[in-house]
């Protein structure tokens, strides 16, 4: 089944109001319209998230936030709800990222509560999963990326699976430069489909699975042409429009 490549960018706890609008506004102009074969979502920081719904809205791309809590309203201090969310024009959420699990002590338990709001509110979740260097240093690498996928997706139904997305993200690979070569990507993707199948059976056939973790114009050409790799999440070099526009050519190419 062909899946139309999905490039997405994670602009994390960078931007002002005005630098936010002022990116969106550069990528709005510089991407074509309609966008052709490939798709495009930001994930602004959350003080921006309405200025960038804004900008974009007379374009294809979509706008999804970085977070949130899986609770409609109530005494959560800090927290983002879903309708919050959607009362700003998001459309996607990011989940499990890394980042959460790693410094912010976010279980799969808690990933999956988030996801399952999101989804309760038609807001599409991107579950992201990934091994951390010692992890893949003893083997462990299958076990982690399915124990997070089941983990996440619980109580999902198989009439939702072209709701959500999978990113792969190798822990060691984000933000440090290194990038999991093609072969190692590959592997891992394959691996995720499968656990999706024994989830979902045909229905996992409909999921993008993207690769994150040091993604650049460098490198995008080589993952997107990697066999199970769906698009790219990426991370800093969407924070610059002309690196990330040249990322989106190579999967539009």
């Not at 990528?27 to 979502?41: I, M, N, Q, S």
């Not at 690979?173 to 070569?181: D, E, N, W």
């Not at 891992?188 to 973790?213: F, M, P, Q």
């Amino acid at each position: 089944m062909s899946r139309r490549p999905l490039i997405a960018g994670n602009w994390k706890m960078n931007c002002n109001r005005a630098e936010g609008a002022t990116l969106a506004r550069e990528l709005f102009r510089g991407l074509p319209t309609p966008l052709g074969t490939a798709d495009v979502a930001l994930f602004p920081p959350f003080t921006c998230l309405g200025r960038v719904v804004e900008v974009v809205s007379e374009s294809e791309i979509t706008v999804g936030a970085q977070n949130l809590y899986p609770a409609d309203s109530g005494a959560f201090t800090g927290e983002i709800s879903p309708l919050q969310l959607l009362d700003v024009g998001a459309t996607r959420v990011l989940v499990g990222h890394s980042e959460r699990r790693h410094l912010l002590g976010e279980d799969d338990a808690f990933v999956n509560r988030k996801l399952l709001a999101a989804l309760s509110h038609d807001i599409e979740p991107l579950l992201c999963v990934g091994e951390t260097l010692e992890e893949r240093e003893g083997g462990l690498t299958s076990a982690v990326v399915e124990r997070q996928i089941r983990g996440g997706l619980g109580g999902v139904a198989e009439t939702r699976a072209q709701d959500v997305t999978i990113a792969y993200e190798p822990v060691w690979a984000i933000g440090t430069g290194l990038t999991a070569s093609p072969s190692q990507a590959a592997e891992v993707h394959a691996w995720i489909r499968e656990v999706l199948l024994s989830l979902w059976g045909e229905s996992a056939a409909k999921v993008r699975i993207l690769y994150g973790g040091s993604a650049k114009p460098d490198n995008a050409r080589e993952l997107l042409a990697t066999e199970g790799i769906d698009g790219l999440l990426v991370g800093g070099a969407s924070l610059q429009a002309r690196s990330f526009l040249q990322i989106f050519a190579a999967a539009a190419g």
